[in-house]
Every structure is written in structure tokens, then in C-alpha cells.
């Protein structure tokens, strides 16, 4: 099947899609996206996904000259375009067509991309995953940028020991994963972090479903805590939520998905697959 995307202007067959070769996002990695998927056909916090990839583009001073409601009609149109039953939606937005490879000279390229919704293994979610750390931040924590070398560096690394996700450190602190956010379980609060970590929109869902359940603590989480944690997890649009039984070397608790967390998981199924229509 062929896909369309939405670039500039235009909706066009995926193979026919490109960008001048002097598009600061190619040459400089200037640019900013966000994620998201459906559920019942109907893209997912559509609205919130659009305001975080305006408040990154925001923080990395790329102007855009776009409304709310214009980004999520295209992305929305570009989405009915593929007649798919459930879909990932992928936004970007580069620098735009640079003369001297490094100043902006035009608009900013707008690229909306969609593509079927792959499902990891229920395996993962009944059995937990292993997760590793590596000592490193995300480069501006609160923009969701183009620039993943430090993330695409750390999966490298998490594949070598059949590890699905790499948390970052930072100062004895655990972040955030490369494109995840963690929680933890300690005594029946359920803690995460607040400050250098890119808010995700699931994080935030989990938190608004949480807080009938649990008591909630935002502040940091120190590596060396995790040993005494009785339950972890991490959040993301394509992971949803999914627990984890081992850090590096260091087995959470009995080494098995706790009910807390399974809890979670019931509530944000029953929340996206019943309720968004």
C-alpha cells in the first residue's frame, strides 16, 4: 500500500514526498516534531500533541507561522487520506531551505507522515521489559527536537543486551527514557519526575487516571532508589504503558508486573479504546 504524506502544501504518494537538500532540517538537524497515534479511528489528544510541538518550536526559536487548528486540520486530513483503521501520526517542522546552510531564507516545511500502528508484544506487558541507563540529557529537555544522536546511541546500546529502552542519568538522577517517561511505585506513591524531562502526553494521561488511585509524588528519581522501588513502568504513545522488572542489572522487586501498574494498564486501555470516539 501506498501512503500519503502531507508536505508544504501537498499531499503527495510517500515515495514522491522530499525536501531540498538545503532544508536546515536535513543539513543542520534544525527542527521539532511530535507523535501521536488513533484509537477508534480518531487521532488522540490531537489537540495537545500540536500545542507541545508549538511550545518546542517555541523553545528552539523556529517561528511558526501556522495556527493550532491549521496544524491539526492537515495533520487530521492527512490522517482520512490513507483510509487506515488505526494509524501513527508523526509532525514535523525543519528550519526550511537555508542559502548558506545555517540561516533560515524562507518559510519553515511543515511534513505530516502516517503509517500503520504496530503493536509490541502482549508478552511485554504481561511479563515485563528490561530497560538499561546511560549517563546523558536530552538536548533541550522540553522540546522534542530532531536531534536524537544522544537517543539513537543509547538503543544501540540497549539492543546489545536485548534492553527495549535506555533511561537517562543525570547527576545520579533518572530522567526520562528516549522517548519514554518513568515512573515508579515506592509504598504505594507513585513517583515521577517533573523538571529536565520532555512532558509526554501519555505521562500526562497517566497522571490525570492516577490520581483517584494512588497519592502522587513529582520530584526526582535517584539511581540509587531504585532498588527499594516495588514497581516500575514507562509511558509512551507506542508503548502506552508498559512495565519494567530489570534495570541494567538490578531486578525490580520479584521480578514480575506489579498490580499497580497492571492496574494502570486496565484503566488507560479502557480510557483510549472506549472513550476516544
Not at 18 to 33: K, Q
Not at 114 to 142: D, L, S, W
Amino acid at each position: 500500500m501506498t501512503y500519503i504524506y502531507y508536505i508544504n502544501g501537498k499531499y503527495v504518494a510517500a515515495d514522491e514526498a522530499c525536501l531540498p537538500l538545503n532544508d536546515l532540517g536535513i543539513v543542520r538537524g534544525y527542527g521539532i516534531f511530535d507523535f501521536l497515534r488513533t484509537y477508534n479511528g480518531v487521532p488522540f489528544k490531537l489537540r495537545e500533541h500540536v500545542q507541545r510541538l508549538q511550545k518546542s518550536a517555541e523553545l528552539i526559536g523556529l517561528n511558526l507561522p501556522w495556527s493550532t487548528l491549521e496544524i491539526k486540520a492537515i495533520a487530521q486530513e492527512t490522517f482520512n487520506c490513507n483510509h487506515l483503521p488505526e494509524a501513527n501520526i508523526r509532525i514535523i517542522a525543519t528550519g526550511g531551505i537555508s542559502t548558506d546552510f545555517i540561516t533560515p531564507s524562507g518559510e519553515p516545511s511543515l511534513i505530516v507522515i502516517v503509517t500503520p500502528v504496530t503493536e509490541y508484544p502482549e508478552a511485554y506487558y504481561k511479563q515485563g521489559v528490561k530497560v538499561i541507563t546511560v549517563q546523558t540529557q536530552r538536548f533541550i529537555p522540553g522540546a522534542k527536537s530532531l536531534n536524537y544522536i544522544s537517543a539513537i546511541m543509547a538503543l544501540q546500546q540497549a539492543k546489545q543486551v536485548n534492553a527495549i529502552e535506555a533511561l537517562y542519568i543525570n547527576q545520579h538522577h533518572v530522567l526520562e527514557g528516549t522517548t519514554t517517561n518513568i515512573f515508579v511505585f515506592r509504598d504505594n506513591k507513585l513517583i515521577t519526575p517533573k523538571e529536565n524531562i520532555l512532558h509526554g502526553i501519555t505521562r500526562e494521561v497517566v497522571l490525570e487516571l492516577a490520581k483517584n488511585e494512588f497519592e502522587i509524588v513529582e520530584q526526582p528519581i535517584y539511581y540509587s532508589e531504585l532498588n527499594s522501588c516495588d514497581e516500575v513502568f514507562i509511558t509512551a504513545t507506542n508503548k502506552e504503558i508498559m512495565p519494567v522488572t530489570q534495570i541494567d542489572d538490578l531486578q525490580i522487586s520479584n521480578g514480575k508486573p506489579g498490580k499497580n501498574t497492571q492496574c494502570l494498564i486496565h484503566l488507560f486501555r479502557n480510557y483510549t479504546r472506549l472513550t476516544n470516539t
